[in-house]
Protein backbone atom coordinates (compact mmCIF):
# COMPACT_ATOMS: atom_id res chain seq x y z
CA UNK A 1 0.00 0.00 0.00
CA UNK A 2 1.26 3.16 -0.73
CA UNK A 3 0.07 6.41 1.19
CA UNK A 4 0.30 9.94 0.56
CA UNK A 5 -0.40 12.83 2.75
CA UNK A 6 -1.16 16.27 1.09
CA UNK A 7 -2.34 19.60 2.07
CA UNK A 8 -4.30 19.75 -1.30
CA UNK A 9 -6.95 17.87 -3.61
CA UNK A 10 -4.64 15.65 -6.11
CA UNK A 11 -6.17 16.87 -9.71
CA UNK A 12 -6.10 13.88 -12.87
CA UNK A 13 -2.57 14.12 -13.83
CA UNK A 14 -1.39 13.66 -10.02
CA UNK A 15 -3.18 10.65 -9.16
CA UNK A 16 -2.19 8.68 -12.72
CA UNK A 17 1.49 9.75 -11.10
CA UNK A 18 1.09 8.21 -8.04
CA UNK A 19 -0.64 5.30 -9.64
CA UNK A 20 2.73 4.68 -11.45
CA UNK A 21 4.43 5.40 -8.66
CA UNK A 22 2.60 2.42 -6.81
CA UNK A 23 3.14 -0.01 -9.55
CA UNK A 24 6.56 0.63 -9.71
CA UNK A 25 7.44 0.34 -5.78
CA UNK A 26 5.09 -3.22 -6.00
CA UNK A 27 7.57 -4.02 -8.90
CA UNK A 28 10.64 -3.34 -6.77
CA UNK A 29 9.19 -5.09 -3.70
CA UNK A 30 8.86 -8.01 -5.63
CA UNK A 31 12.26 -8.00 -6.99
CA UNK A 32 13.84 -7.90 -3.75
CA UNK A 33 12.02 -10.22 -2.30
CA UNK A 34 12.83 -12.73 -5.52
CA UNK A 35 16.05 -12.01 -5.11
CA UNK A 36 16.46 -12.52 -1.43
CA UNK A 37 13.96 -16.25 -2.07
CA UNK A 38 16.84 -17.04 -4.63
CA UNK A 39 19.71 -16.47 -2.12
CA UNK A 40 17.99 -18.03 0.30
CA UNK A 41 17.41 -20.83 -2.12
CA UNK A 42 20.87 -20.92 -3.16
CA UNK A 43 22.58 -20.98 0.36
CA UNK A 44 20.50 -23.32 1.32
CA UNK A 45 20.92 -26.15 -1.12
CA UNK A 46 25.02 -25.50 -0.26
CA UNK A 47 24.20 -26.14 3.39
CA UNK A 48 22.23 -29.34 2.14
CA UNK A 49 25.68 -30.42 -0.47
CA UNK A 50 27.89 -29.54 2.75
CA UNK A 51 26.42 -32.15 5.16
CA UNK A 52 25.46 -34.54 2.77
CA UNK A 53 28.89 -34.92 1.06
CA UNK A 54 28.61 -38.30 -0.44
CA UNK A 55 27.65 -37.36 -3.93
CA UNK A 56 29.63 -34.10 -4.37
CA UNK A 57 32.92 -32.82 -4.92
CA UNK A 58 33.93 -31.28 -1.35
CA UNK A 59 36.58 -29.23 -2.99
CA UNK A 60 33.60 -27.78 -5.49
CA UNK A 61 31.78 -27.09 -2.11
CA UNK A 62 34.29 -25.21 -0.44
CA UNK A 63 34.71 -23.08 -3.69
CA UNK A 64 31.00 -22.35 -4.03
CA UNK A 65 30.96 -21.48 -0.39
CA UNK A 66 33.87 -18.97 -0.82
CA UNK A 67 31.89 -17.37 -4.31
CA UNK A 68 29.41 -16.75 -1.53
CA UNK A 69 31.27 -14.87 1.04
CA UNK A 70 31.76 -17.72 3.30
CA UNK A 71 35.06 -19.10 4.44
CA UNK A 72 34.70 -23.15 5.33
CA UNK A 73 38.64 -23.48 5.76
CA UNK A 74 38.63 -21.36 8.92
CA UNK A 75 37.09 -22.61 12.04
CA UNK A 76 33.36 -22.06 12.49
CA UNK A 77 30.50 -22.98 14.63
CA UNK A 78 27.88 -25.56 13.25
CA UNK A 79 24.74 -24.82 15.12
CA UNK A 80 21.60 -27.68 14.80
CA UNK A 81 17.78 -25.47 16.00
CA UNK A 82 14.34 -26.61 16.13
CA UNK A 83 11.30 -24.81 16.86
CA UNK A 84 8.74 -26.10 19.77
CA UNK A 85 5.52 -26.64 17.76
CA UNK A 86 7.15 -24.50 14.87
CA UNK A 87 7.11 -25.52 11.14
CA UNK A 88 10.46 -25.71 9.58
CA UNK A 89 9.78 -23.21 6.97
CA UNK A 90 8.65 -19.94 9.40
CA UNK A 91 12.38 -20.62 10.65
CA UNK A 92 14.34 -20.52 7.96
CA UNK A 93 13.83 -17.10 6.96
CA UNK A 94 14.99 -15.63 10.55
CA UNK A 95 17.88 -18.29 10.11
CA UNK A 96 18.77 -17.09 6.38
CA UNK A 97 18.43 -13.12 7.63
CA UNK A 98 20.84 -14.11 10.27
CA UNK A 99 23.47 -16.28 8.52
CA UNK A 100 23.76 -13.73 5.90
CA UNK A 101 24.40 -10.89 8.43
CA UNK A 102 26.64 -13.10 10.03
CA UNK A 103 28.65 -13.49 6.86
CA UNK A 104 27.67 -17.30 6.90
CA UNK A 105 25.02 -20.06 5.76
CA UNK A 106 21.35 -21.61 7.30
CA UNK A 107 19.65 -24.46 5.72
CA UNK A 108 17.64 -27.48 6.43
CA UNK A 109 19.11 -30.90 7.37
CA UNK A 110 17.97 -33.82 9.16
CA UNK A 111 14.40 -32.52 9.82
CA UNK A 112 16.39 -29.22 11.63
CA UNK A 113 17.39 -25.88 11.00
CA UNK A 114 21.10 -25.83 10.52
CA UNK A 115 23.18 -22.91 10.61
CA UNK A 116 26.53 -22.40 10.06
CA UNK A 117 28.66 -19.07 11.43
CA UNK A 118 32.48 -18.38 10.74
CA UNK A 119 34.90 -17.11 13.69
CA UNK A 120 31.87 -17.23 15.82
CA UNK A 121 32.36 -19.48 19.85
CA UNK A 122 30.17 -22.37 19.80
CA UNK A 123 28.80 -21.46 22.78
CA UNK A 124 27.18 -18.35 21.79
CA UNK A 125 26.33 -19.54 18.59
CA UNK A 126 24.05 -21.86 20.19
CA UNK A 127 22.83 -18.75 22.82
CA UNK A 128 22.43 -16.37 19.86
CA UNK A 129 20.30 -18.24 17.53
CA UNK A 130 18.47 -19.79 20.15
CA UNK A 131 17.27 -16.12 21.01
CA UNK A 132 16.81 -14.58 17.78
CA UNK A 133 15.31 -17.32 16.13
CA UNK A 134 13.03 -17.55 19.02
CA UNK A 135 11.87 -13.85 18.76
CA UNK A 136 11.63 -14.00 15.54
CA UNK A 137 9.16 -16.71 15.58
CA UNK A 138 7.59 -15.94 19.10
CA UNK A 139 8.15 -19.60 20.27
CA UNK A 140 11.00 -21.63 21.89
CA UNK A 141 13.63 -22.79 19.73
CA UNK A 142 16.50 -25.39 20.93
CA UNK A 143 19.72 -25.17 19.76
CA UNK A 144 22.87 -27.32 20.06
CA UNK A 145 25.95 -25.99 18.61
CA UNK A 146 29.73 -27.86 18.11
CA UNK A 147 32.82 -26.59 16.36
CA UNK A 148 34.38 -27.32 12.81
CA UNK A 149 38.31 -26.79 12.67
CA UNK A 150 38.28 -26.34 8.98
CA UNK A 151 41.78 -26.19 8.22
CA UNK A 152 42.10 -29.90 7.13
CA UNK A 153 39.08 -31.83 5.57
CA UNK A 154 36.47 -28.70 6.09
CA UNK A 155 33.85 -30.71 4.81
CA UNK A 156 34.32 -33.41 6.90
CA UNK A 157 34.88 -31.99 9.80
CA UNK A 158 32.19 -29.71 8.95
CA UNK A 159 29.73 -32.76 8.82
CA UNK A 160 31.00 -34.23 11.91
CA UNK A 161 30.24 -31.09 14.08
CA UNK A 162 26.85 -31.15 12.75
CA UNK A 163 26.52 -34.56 14.11
CA UNK A 164 27.65 -33.44 17.24
CA UNK A 165 25.41 -30.49 17.56
CA UNK A 166 22.35 -32.62 16.78
CA UNK A 167 23.16 -34.87 19.36
CA UNK A 168 23.50 -32.03 21.72
CA UNK A 169 19.82 -30.29 20.72
CA UNK A 170 18.74 -34.35 21.18
CA UNK A 171 19.87 -33.85 24.59
CA UNK A 172 18.44 -30.76 25.46
CA UNK A 173 15.52 -31.46 24.42
CA UNK A 174 15.76 -34.95 26.33
CA UNK A 175 16.17 -32.87 29.34
CA UNK A 176 13.29 -30.70 28.74
CA UNK A 177 15.93 -27.53 27.82
CA UNK A 178 13.70 -26.28 25.73
CA UNK A 179 14.07 -22.69 24.24
CA UNK A 180 17.66 -22.99 25.15
CA UNK A 181 21.30 -23.00 23.67
CA UNK A 182 23.91 -25.05 24.41
CA UNK A 183 27.15 -27.22 23.14
CA UNK A 184 27.89 -30.41 24.66
CA UNK A 185 30.67 -29.24 26.56
CA UNK A 186 28.38 -27.15 28.41
CA UNK A 187 26.43 -30.27 29.22
CA UNK A 188 28.95 -31.53 31.61
CA UNK A 189 29.40 -34.97 31.96
CA UNK A 190 26.32 -35.45 29.74
CA UNK A 191 28.34 -34.28 27.15
CA UNK A 192 30.77 -36.95 26.88
CA UNK A 193 27.76 -38.90 25.80
CA UNK A 194 27.54 -37.34 23.02
CA UNK A 195 30.37 -38.80 21.39
CA UNK A 196 33.43 -37.18 23.23
CA UNK A 197 35.84 -40.15 22.76
CA UNK A 198 39.17 -40.30 25.05
CA UNK A 199 40.22 -36.72 24.49
CA UNK A 200 37.05 -35.14 25.55
CA UNK A 201 36.88 -37.49 28.58
CA UNK A 202 40.44 -36.47 29.62
CA UNK A 203 40.03 -32.59 29.34
CA UNK A 204 36.07 -33.36 31.54
CA UNK A 205 38.41 -34.92 33.98
CA UNK A 206 41.38 -32.64 34.00
CA UNK A 207 38.95 -29.63 34.51
CA UNK A 208 36.99 -31.02 36.99
CA UNK A 209 39.13 -32.99 39.09
CA UNK A 210 42.78 -31.29 38.44
CA UNK A 211 42.90 -29.43 41.45
CA UNK A 212 42.32 -31.73 43.43
CA UNK A 213 45.23 -34.59 41.77
CA UNK A 214 47.14 -31.28 41.40
CA UNK A 215 47.09 -30.82 45.12
CA UNK A 216 47.50 -34.73 46.13
CA UNK A 217 50.01 -35.12 44.12
CA UNK A 218 51.76 -31.93 45.38
CA UNK A 219 51.80 -33.89 48.71
CA UNK A 220 51.72 -37.40 48.08
CA UNK A 221 48.88 -38.20 49.14
CA UNK A 222 48.05 -40.83 46.23
Known sequence: MLVLRTTRELDQADRRILERAGTVAALLLLF???????????????????????????????????????????????????????????????????????????????????????????????????????????????????????ATAPTQSTVEAYREAHACLSALRALGQHGSGATAAGLGFLGLLLGGGPERVATFVDSTLGPMLAYDAARRTI
Do not use: C, F, K, W
Not at 121 to 140: M, Q
Open 32 to 150: RRSVAEAQTQVRGDLVSDLLNPDHHDPAAVVERARLLGVDLESDHAVVAATGEGVERRRLMLPASQLANRLGGLAGEQAGQIAVILPGMATADAATLVSAELGTAVRAPVTAGAAAAHG
